[in-house]
Structures are given as C-alpha cells and as structure tokens.
C-alpha cells in the first residue's frame, strides 16, 4: 500500500493528481459516513448526524501552515506535514452523538485511525471544542492503491456555530486579538458548553418520559393470546 505523496519511493509532482486523490478520499469517507447515518436511522429511528460538510484546504492555507511548520511548500512536505487537506466535518445534534459516530468511524475495518484529538475533554486554550480523527483510506486506482489522509471533525451544531463565528473573529485579527475578545470568546465557549450539556438532559428526559409513555401504553393493552 502507498500513501499519497510516496508512489514507488518518489514524489508525486503533480498538483492535479495530489488534489484528485485528496477529492476521492472525501467521496469515500462522505459516502462511508452517509450510510452509517443511514443505517442509524433504520435500525433506532434516529439520524446522530445534522448535516455534513466537506472541503479541500485552499492552497493559500496549505502554504501557510507548511511556513508556520517551518518547511518549504513543495508537494512533499504538503501530503507528509499537512494533515487536514481533506477535511470532513460531523456536526451532531447531541455531544453524547459524537461519541457514538466516533466509536462507528474507528470500527471501519477500511479505514485506518492515525491519530485522535479529543478537544471535548480537553479544549484547546481558545476555548474549541470538537473531536478530531484523523484517519487514511485506501483509494483503488486502476493500478494501485494509494492511502490518503482525512482529518474527520466531529463536533455539536453548538461547537460548530462557536467555531465558525470564532474563526471569523480570529481572522480579521489575524491571531493577534486584544486580550479582553480572546476572553470573551472563551466565555461564549462555556456558555456554548452549558447550552449543550443542557440540551442533552432535556433530551435524555424526553426519551425516558417517551418510554415510560410506552411502557404504560403496553400495560394497558390486552395482553395477547388471552381468551376472552
Ligand atoms: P482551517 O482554516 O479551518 O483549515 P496538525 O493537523 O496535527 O498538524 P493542527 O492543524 O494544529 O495540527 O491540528 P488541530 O489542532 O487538529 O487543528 C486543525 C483544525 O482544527 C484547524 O485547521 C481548525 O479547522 C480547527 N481548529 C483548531 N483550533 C481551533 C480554534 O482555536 N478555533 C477554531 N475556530 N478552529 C480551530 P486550520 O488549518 O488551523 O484552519
């Protein structure tokens, strides 16, 4: 098996070819994802997943980073150092659905788990939340098969909207936002927290009032094969 970047011991020179194999493992890993949610949803009449999303890194962002990693940008160094080139994002309605989808993406016998950051138990000092796996899948070309890296982001529709609107804010600062935005930030990361926590009791306590609902439904419902 070769992982992209290192066909045959030499480096892939191609920019197209590099980006058509990042495009496939999206597809593959999009697809994977979709019938899990699928099959969830058919087996407990639930979907743990609200939507997904998909991107390829910018080239301006993979430039970036390689700078900040302190390499030179050649294509090498982008498929070995760069890990989020392919990124898919999870986003879950319940923090208790991350779990779930994680432990249903790492029992994929075709793909293979590198690494894991769980920023849920251990946020990161910015106040991010989410869970993050980074994980290879094989691409079957006509002639081989290529293993290529997907950094899968987990989180809840609450983290993401944090994410999203802290990414933004980050940005216009280019990092360098005055201390007192940096600690209102984390401050909305715990009311984000608390909002979460809070919709997963609610949740909780309406699936067990539903089930006792049930429970006294069948209580009251002739029992079956009785004689009248
Ligand atoms: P963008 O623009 O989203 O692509 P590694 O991948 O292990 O070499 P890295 O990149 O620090 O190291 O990995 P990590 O910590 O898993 O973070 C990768 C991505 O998580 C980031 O990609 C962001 O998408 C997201 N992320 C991490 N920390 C934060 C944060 O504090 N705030 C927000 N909003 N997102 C965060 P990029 O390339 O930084 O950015």
């Known amino acids: 098996m070769e992982l992209a970047g290192q066909v045959n011991g030499e480096g892939i020179d191609s920019w197209n070819t590099i980006i058509f194999l990042y495009n496939s493992a999206l597809k ?21 997943i609200e939507y997904i999303k998909s ?35 999870i986003v ?3 923090t208790s659905d991350i779990y ?11 793909l293979t788990v590198v690494s ?31 293993d290529t890296k997907v950094e899968i982001q987990i989180r809840t529709i609450a983290m993401d909207f944090w994410a999203s609107l802290e990414h933004k804010i980050y940005y216009k600062f280019e990092g360098n936002a005055p201390d007192y935005i940096s600690r209102d930030l984390r401050d909305c990361a715990e009311i984000v927290s608390m909002l979460d926590a809070k919709m997963l009791s609610l949740n909780e306590a309406i699936l067990e009032a539903r089930a006792a609902q049930r429970h006294d439904m069948w209580k009251q419902m002739p029992s079956v094969g009785a004689t009248t």
């Not at 890993?29 to 899990?36: Q, R």
């Not at 779930?100 to 075709?110: F, H, P, T």
């Not at 106040?127 to 290529?146: A, E």
């Open 28 to 48: 593959e890993v999009g697809t994977k994802l979709e019938i899990l949610n699928d099959e969830f949803q058919h087996v407990h009449q639930y979907n743990p």
């Open 55 to 89: 991107r390829i890194k910018s080239p301006e962002s993979i430039v970036k980073k390689l700078k900040r990693y302190g390499y030179e940008s050649t294509i090498d160094n982008m498929v070995n150092y760069i890990n989020d080139i392919a990124g898919i994002r």
């Open 92 to 94: 879950c309605s319940f």
């Open 100 to 110: 779930r989808m994680a432990e249903m993406i790492g029992k994929q016998n075709d």
């Open 116 to 146: 894991v950051k769980d920023y849920i138990k251990n946020p990161k000092a910015s106040g991010y939340k989410s869970y993050h796996m980074l994980v290879t899948v094989p691409i079957f070309l006509s002639d081989r098969v290529v």
